[in-house]
Nanobody, 115 residues
Framework: QVQLVESGGGLVQPGGSLRLSCAGS????????MGWYRQAPGKERELVAT???????NYADSVKGRFTIGKDNAKNMLYLQMNSLKPEDTAVYYC?????????WGQGTQVTVSS
């Protein structure tokens, strides 16, 4: 059974940093795209950052220059380094692994940016 488990969320002050991790377990092969998404209260889930199997990255305009996506294939891990956090970054953050044959999501981790 495949599972994606996010960790690293929490409460941080504006301007602070957090590093989210997503641990994959089970047999996950031939992933084409790994990514982070977020959903704020009352809003649609939105893309934050993605990385393809060829290491091509894409960021939402709102996080460019502040967030960095990374992975460790050997450990089956996906990361999101978030710097210069703003109150509008407050949301539940989800990791995702996609291929033409599957679409796996984690359960989410809460990030709250507030003074």
């Amino acid at each position: 059974q495949v599972q994606l488990v996010e960790s690293g969320g929490g409460l941080v002050q504006p301007g602070g940093s957090l590093r989210l991790s997503c641990a994959g377990s089970g047999s996950i092969v031939d992933t084409r795209v790994m990514g982070w998404y977020r959903q704020a209260p009352g809003k649609e889930r939105e893309l934050v950052a993605t990385m393809t199997n060829t290491d091509s990255v894409n960021y939402a305009d709102s996080v460019k220059g502040r967030f960095t996506i990374g992975k460790d294939n050997a450990k089956n891990m996906l990361y999101l380094q978030m710097n210069s956090l703003k109150p509008e970054d407050t949301a539940v953050y989800y990791c995702r692994r996609w291929s033409p044959f599957y679409d796996y999501w984690g359960q989410g981790t809460q990030v709250t940016v507030s003074s």
